[in-house]
T-cell receptor, first 115, second 117 residues
């Protein structure tokens, strides 16, 4: 079974600064998908960014980018030019390309952006 | 268009009562998922529906939990004889295709916060 670990329960960053959230996972598969979801206080999970394991190029979405290290099974999220609206819980998630229909989530990192 | 909606937003019940939680997925989405989020924790998969196929119930924690999806659209998650450990946020998600497109986005609803007293 796959596991996803987020080792930082809480993080804080000053507005306009850059912050990196860590995620590691464990799998024996070679092809899979990785996701970062944001959960603001409204509880609604929103997809931030997605990475396909067979793609070597790191995914980027505006101020959000990932550092995908397949051999190390690491998938960190970098938020540049942090904004107050980035304050939320961030969850890293794994989805197998072979078996299982669910997303496997890490425990989350609570990010506070300070003015 | 409209996103995933869930009702009720909050539910308080007494231990031993049955509860029903409803999910309306995005129109046209064939895949529907239920997850549970306990306080301060990540999401735990419960059940998955894909079109007319038999649901994947591998995440249901006990036989007190069941779910159905009528007409390939609305889904109801039922918890019988609720226990205090059932207190959590229950999140529903839908996606256009499901297993055939494992990298596609799952769109989440706002969840139902269940409190069992």
């Amino acid at each position: 079974a796959q596991t996803v670990t987020q080792s930082q329960p809480e993080m804080s960053v000053q507005e306009a600064e850059t912050v990196t959230l860590s995620c590691t996972y464990d799998t024996s598969e070679n092809n899979y998908y990785l996701f970062w979801y944001k959960q603001p206080p409204s509880r609604q999970m929103i997809l931030v960014i997605r990475q396909e394991a067979y793609k070597q190029q790191n995914a980027t979405e505006n101020r959000f980018s990932v550092n995908f290290q397949k051999a190390a099974k690491s998938f960190s999220l970098k938020i540049s030019d942090s904004q107050l609206g980035d304050t939320a819980m961030y969850f890293c998630a794994f989805r197998s390309n072979n078996a299982g229909n669910m997303l496997t989530f890490g425990g989350g990192t609570r990010l506070m952006v300070k003015p | 268009g409209a996103g995933v909606s869930q009702s009720p937003s909050n539910k308080v019940t007494e231990k031993g009562k049955d509860v029903e939680l409803r999910c309306d997925p995005i129109s046209g989405h064939t895949a529907l998922y239920w997850y549970r989020q306990s306080l301060g924790q990540g999401l735990e998969f419960l059940i998955y529906f894909q079109g007319n196929s038999a649901p994947d119930k591998s995440g249901l924690p006990s036989d007190r939990f069941s779910a159905e999806r009528t007409g390939g659209s609305v889904s109801t998650l039922t918890i019988q004889r609720t226990q205090q450990e059932d207190s959590a946020v229950y999140l529903c998600a839908s996606s256009p295709s499901g297993a055939g497109h494992r990298g596609e986005t799952q769109y989440f609803g706002p969840g139902t916060r269940l409190l069992v007293l």
